[in-house]
């Protein structure tokens, strides 16, 4: 007979053996994958020894797919087939994205879940989703070759402000690459994952991202080994790439100031002047002058030199440019310069000196850059993957996140009832209790929304789904327990559930297309600039479904019991009913309580004698032992 070996649920049969995890850092222009090993996070490399893989999928006339720097070398030749920047479009709707400054022929196609952008290349429609799937199965392979084995799982990296449905879309893709994702982890958070400052002393830390395109700031809180988002700003049309313009604008100016007459650049002589200019502005980093020389397609050889201080005049708008939406985000989360207790700088640009520079100056402390700025997010989700995969010791505390926005649901008045407020930390389950505003009523429509806003119109709404089936009962009497579940990727579902009957009705929310980042930083600070106005607009919507429902079981209660009122009384209380009416129509809050009030005082007598009526008509006949009070 042979023997099974078993473990204790939630240990391994062997303990000891390493698992192999990775983290990626899925990016826009570059992805990399990383992984521990013995102790040290690193890189994995291809076979050429790139560490980096373009984030470029070109769908190839024979059929086939190639991913990465053959794709983008093909990416001028063959524009419409060849991918680049799908990170962009993930869980997107076409009237998210500027399609004119796009190569591709965009389609959108309505599911039950929404609007969904695709593209059309000579292999097919293609989502988003596919597309990203083979830059993370090429990662996949890299690193099953690489480590001679078949992971367990990854941990991929998203910006801070990835929605729901972007969120979604990344872990589609991770799984139609047939990765395990292990978690979704903010990139800013991998970054300072990577700086070792989870294990750090508790304290906010910014982390300033300079990409090739795009500039973030995040600022992160660390208490008791969570982060916290607590602001997070950037301009998604900022990057490397403008301090590359300024260099070839530059370039151009010489050449004009040298020729009496100059011809306009051909789109070839345009790349070419280009990449030059970005040769120069990396060779800059490390020494006191570039030379740019090129040969133009018209034969004219242009040569010139570019010293750094010229460089640094150049760019010194650029540089200052990064500083507005870093005030911002200091601003949101209410810090000074003093609060910040270290600076991490991610993005291949933050090489250069004078950013380096510039924010060693704005923060007056020098940033941490020590790490390759351009691997430091992949490092960071692959120390994240390990502890994840079981590699670490039980006491090592496990890294959360928390949710951006607040989500709550729609109460009558079309108020906001916040159920997981942001901030909150991940994964996490809270719930609540509602009831049934009107008598008999069998159905309760469940409206998710999310954001900042005590109105329904000022929120953004994820899902909408209905409860069936609950029992007839008086208004107000019913159970219904609403629960949000956020998962560890930052991914709801919502359940409710009539306690007394267990009918129940539960969604996944999967929204059909995202938010920009730009649409949730102005979500969070209209949230943080109108909370005066929001209290008295919830004061109003509160007063008026009060006012409504004292209305109508008045009139029920009219309807049933106008005997035990005279004409008179029945005048009196009409009166007051016209008034409150007159009311909720001009809209005051404060005259709406009144009115309430008044109608209630006028209703105190009316009310008793049903009680008394209902009293004697629940004795009649009855002996006082067999009535049951
Ligand atoms: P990323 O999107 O993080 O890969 O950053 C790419 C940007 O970093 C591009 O604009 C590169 O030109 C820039 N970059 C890479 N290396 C350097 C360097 N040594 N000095 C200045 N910029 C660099």
């Known amino acids: 007979m042979a023997l099974l070996q078993i473990s ?14 990775v983290g990626i850092d899925l990016g826009t222009t570059n992805s990399l994958v990383a992984t521990v090993r013995s102790g040290l996070s690193s890189i994995l490399v291809d076979e050429d020894g790139h ?8 769908y190839m006339p024979d059929g086939g797919i190639e991913v990465g720097y053959s794709a983008q070398a093909a990416q001028s030749q063959d524009p419409t087939n060849t ?35 695709q593209i059309e290349t000579r292999a097919g429609i293609k989502s988003p989703v596919e597309i990203s799937a083979e830059i993370l199965k090429t990662l996949k392979a890299r690193a ?46 991998a970054a300072a994952v990577a700086y070792g400052l989870d294990n750090a002393s508790e304290g906010i830390y910014v982390i300033y991202d300079l990409g090739g395109g795009t500039f973030d700031i995040s ?33 151009l100016d010489q050449r004009l100031a040298e020729q009496s007459k100059c011809t306009p650049l051909n789109a070839q002589d345009t790349r070419l002047l280009l990449t030059k200019a970005r040769e120069a502005k990396e060779w800059l980093t490390d020494h006191a002058s570039a030379q740019i020389t090129s040969v133009l397609s018209t034969g004219e050889l242009l040569n010139v030199t570019l010293s750094t201080k010229q460089f640094n005049e150049l760019t010194q708008t650029l540089v200052t440019k990064t500083l507005a939406p870093t005030k911002k985000a200091l601003r949101d ?97 809270r719930a609540q209790e509602f009831t049934t505003f009107k008598d008999g009523q069998t159905a309760m429509s469940i409206h998710v929304l999310q954001g900042e806003r005590e109105l329904v119109t000022d929120c953004r709404s994820l ?77 109003l919507a509160e007063a008026k479904v009060d006012a409504e429902s004292l209305l109508a079981a008045i009139e029920i209660a009219l309807e049933k019991d106008s005997d035990l009122l005279n004409a008179q009384e029945i005048q009196a209380i009409r009166g007051k009913m016209d008034a409150l009416r007159a009311n909720i129509h001009a809209g005051a809050s404060h005259a709406i309580h009144e009115a309430t009030e008044a109608l209630n005082l006028a209703t105190e007598e009316f009310a008793a004698r049903r009680m008394d009526a209902s009293v004697s008509h629940a004795l009649a006949g009855k002996n006082l032992d067999e009535v049951n009070f």
Request: hydrophobic fraction near 45%.
């Open 83 to 117: 991918v680049v920047s799908a990170k962009r479009f993930m869980g997107r709707g076409l009237k998210d994205i500027d399609v004119s400054q796009q190569p591709y022929h965009f389609i959108e196609t309505k599911s039950a879940s929404g609007e969904m952008l």
């Open 51 to 58: 560490n980096l893989l373009p984030s470029v999928v070109r």
């Open 144 to 189: 099953e070759k690489s480590l001679g084995g078949e992971l367990v799982g990854a941990v991929i990296t998203v910006p801070a402000y990835f929605d729901d449905a972007q969120r979604q879309a990344t872990k589609d893709a991770a799984r139609l690459a047939g990765l395990n994702v292990l978690r979704l982890l903010n990139e800013p958070t």
């Open 333 to 429: 989360a209410g810090l000074t310069i003093e609060d910040i207790k270290g600076v991490v700088m991610v993005g291949g640009a933050t090489r250069m000196p004078q950013i380096r520079l510039s924010v060693a100056d704005f923060f007056k402390q020098t940033p941490l850059t020590n790490l390759d700025p351009d691997k430091v997010v992949a490092l960071g989700a692959a120390i994240q993957a390990n502890t994840l995969a079981g590699n670490k010791g039980d006491n090592e505390l496990l890294l959360l996140d928390v949710i951006p926005l607040s989500l709550g649901l729609e109460t009558m008045g079309g108020l906001v009832e916040k159920i997981i407020p942001r901030n909150s930390t991940l994964p996490i389950t």
């Open 8 to 21: 204790e649920p939630g240990q391994s049969a062997a303990p000891h053996q390493h698992k192999l995890a």
């Open 463 to 539: 899902a909408r789904f209905e409860l069936r089936g609950i029992p007839p009962m008086v208004a107000g009497s019913a159970r219904i327990r609403v629960t949000f579940t956020v998962d560890a990727d930052g991914l709801l579902s919502v359940s409710a559930r009539e306690v007394a009957s267990n009918v129940e009705a539960n969604i996944v929310v999967k929204p059909s297309y995202g938010l920009s980042e730009e649409q949730i930083l102005n979500m969070l600070q209209s949230g943080f600039g109108a909370a005066e106005s929001d209290k008295q607009a919830r004061a």
């Open 219 to 251: 600022i992160l809180k660390l208490a008791k080994g969570v982060f916290e988002v607590l602001a997070t700003n950037g301009d998604s049309a900022l990057g490397g790439d403008d301090f590359d313009r300024r260099i070839f604008c530059w370039a």
